[in-house]
């Protein structure tokens, strides 16, 4: 359940729903599986999974939902191969070359053919709705499949204003200024970042488990590179990539907080969730409001 890799958008006229009328309204579009011809399917699941009852879950003013995709899976060898062999029986059978335009309506055909006999695999994405900030948290590394559960969102309620943080000092500058001088109180650098050259079509360098210190990363900052990903780690309690589009990557929950959710005295899978959801939100509700003092504050315009 701890979220790994942050999207983070801004609510851009109040939240007024509960969680219990969230749910109510979620059920028009619950998830369901793939059928007949359907080569995915996307809907609301119960964050909770099997232990769960309803399509949200709350706590701290937070309110948890969860999207799955259900796709079919049908490789494009298989169709390439059966598609092969149709073409080697007709030209065979009849004497004659089969045109493009055969082999596409060939192609579509096997494919309504097998679709309904393909395998099927389902992803879900997680996200919450903090309404004490106006923020919606989303964890996926993707801003696509982000934009996914948000456009399922405004299918479902009619109308979902939400939009990307855009912060008023660009995030890359920030952070080039952490890499050549020190990061902001709180904050400490790890052993990762990616450089660009600001001309277009520039060079791209990045650095894995490397000191962020010395001639080398001076070598770059003082040719002009900026910085684009940086891995920080914040108050020894969580750590993370920074990136200069201000999503956040690769988080992880550190000692601090894990050792916190782990002696909390739970007797169920339920209890356990709600704690860590708990730690999780007002952790986040921390540090994404740091980080966005850091950055000058949200633009709203």
Known sequence: MWFKNLQLYRLTESFDLSAEQLHEQLLSHATKPCQGL?????????????????????????????????????????????????????????????????????KDEIMVDLLPRAFTRSARTFAYIDTEKDWVIVDSVSAKKAEDLLSLMRETLGSFKVKPFEVKQAPSAILTDWLNKHPAAGFELEDECELRDTLEDGGIVRLRRHGLNGSEIDAHLDAGKIVTKLAVSWEDKLSCILADDASIKRLKFLDVIQEEAGNAETETAVEQFDVNFSLMSLELRNFVQRLIEIYGGLNKE
């Open 38 to 106: 359907d080569s995915f399917t996307l809907g609301w699941d119960r964050p909770l999974g099997r232990d769960g009852q309803i399509l949200t879950h709350t706590v701290n003013n937070c309110i948890m939902v969860c999207a799955r995709r259900e796709e079919r899976v049908l490789p494009s060898a298989v169709i390439r191969e059966v598609l092969e062999e149709k073409i080697a029986e007709i030209e065979a059978s009849e004497a004659r070359t089969v045109r493009r335009k055969e082999k596409m309506q060939l």
